[in-house]
Structure formats: C-alpha cells, structure tokens
C-alpha cells in the first residue's frame, strides 16, 4: 500500500492563528480526504481533496476554515484557520489508491493538535 | 445521513474469541470495512466485504450480510497486543467512508 507522510506529528497552538498539515504520498493516488478524530471520538470526514479543483466538503465544514489544496495527485494540505479550544483535535490524512471500488483507504499517522 | 451502531466496549481473555458486531443504515452501499486503531495512532485496515458471506484473513474473519445492514469482525486466538479500538466503516452510494464509534477491546491475561 502507498506510504503516506504526514506532518506535523502533533502542535500547539494559540487561539486564533492558524496551521498547516501537509500530506505527501509516495505514489499517485485517486482519491485524498481529510477527516478530524476528536478525544474519545471516530473519524469524521472534512472533505475530499480534489486534485486541480475545490475540494468537497461535507456538512459542518466550510472552506474558510478549513481550507484545503491539492495541486498534484500526491499532495495535499490542510489548514486549520482562526484556530480555538474547540479544534483541539487529531487530524488524519487518507488515501485511496487506483485499482476500482474495493481499495481500502489507508492514513497516515495523523497531526495532534492542541489549542491553548 | 449514515448510521452506523456497533458496541462501546468488550473485555476478553488471552487466548479467546471475541465477535465485534456492526448494523448500518447507509443511503447506498459500496462495501464495509474493518479498521484496527492502537490508542495514539492512525487506524490500519482489517478486512474488506462487498459481498455477503464471510472473508478469512488469518486470526481474525469478517463477515457482511447485506439484507440485513449487518457485520461481524470475530477474533480469534485472542492476544495482549490485539486490545485496541475496531472501527467499522461502510462506504456509501457516493463512495465516502463513514465511521462508527468504535468498539475498545481489552484483552486479559
């Protein structure tokens, strides 16, 4: 399966600034989205980065705040914008590489983030 | 939007068997996944069903059955380094993962 770096490991920030995960692959893959894991919780999908265009996102989850590029089909960044407690968070890059709809998506490591 | 139910907890001992059970309510389907997660770090893929019926992969099966929105993930053999948390996953009509809440197996001595 693709390795997939992904950096920072873990931050802390101050509320109200803002930072950017980085997500690299080692080979091309289809599909990239990004999902929050908060404390004690499950994955939640963000959005699908779209190489070349707008990512998608779902439900909860704006542009403005969570802006998102893909310029090319093995990276992605994410940014956690205008950042407080509440975002405190792990956020995990995942891939899904070509091959039809029965790849699994796999993650990497994940960035922990803590806001003070 | 999806719901995906599966138990919070279940404790077992060293050695034993332990079935995880998972029951969706997804707006279309397009297979069901099993992912382990160790506590601080990313979750790494299990198993995979599209089709029902069961898929053997070693000491741990997973089993779908489609009709019935319905999974298992048994473990089998049970050891220390298997407690952790399995996540059930079942991609939708649009081919997004959702997640249920996770299952945290504790394995005894």
């Known amino acids: 399966s693709a390795v997939i770096s992904q950096k920072p490991s873990r931050d802390i920030c101050q509320r109200g600034t803002s930072l950017t995960i980085q997500c690299q692959v080692d080979?091309?893959?289809?599909?990239m989205f990004w999902y929050r894991q908060q404390p004690g919780q499950s994955l939640t999908l963000i959005a699908t980065?779209?190489?070349?265009?707008?990512?998608?996102?779902e439900s909860g989850f704006v542009i403005d705040k969570f802006p998102i590029s893909r310029p090319n089909l093995t990276f992605s960044t994410l940014t956690v914008s205008n950042m407080s407690p509440e975002d405190s968070s792990i956020y995990l890059c995942?891939?899904?590489?070509?091959?039809?709809?029965?790849?699994?998506?796999?993650f990497g490591d994940g960035t922990r983030l803590s806001i003070l | 939007g999806q719901n995906i139910d599966q138990p919070t907890e279940m404790t077992a001992t060293e050695g034993a068997i332990v079935q995880i059970n998972c029951t969706y309510q997804?707006?279309?389907?397009?297979?069901l996944f099993w992912y382990q997660q160790h506590a601080g770090e990313a979750p790494t893929f299990l198993s995979y069903?599209?089709?029902?019926g069961l898929e053997e992969k070693g000491r741990f099966s997973s089993f779908l059955s489609r009709s019935k929105g319905y999974s298992y993930l048994l473990l089998k053999e049970l050891q220390m380094k298997d407690s952790a948390s399995y996540l059930c996953?079942?991609?939708?009509?649009?081919?997004?993962?959702?997640f249920g809440a996770g299952t945290t197996v504790t394995v005894r001595a």
């Open positions: 997804t707006s279309g389907f397009n297979g």
């Open positions: 995942s891939v899904e590489e070509v091959g039809g709809g029965n790849q699994p998506q796999h």
């Open positions: 980065a779209n190489q070349g265009s707008e990512a998608t996102y």
């Open positions: 069903n599209v089709l029902d």
């Open positions: 080979s091309q893959v289809t599909m």
């Open positions: 996953a079942v991609r939708d009509g649009d081919y997004k993962l959702s």
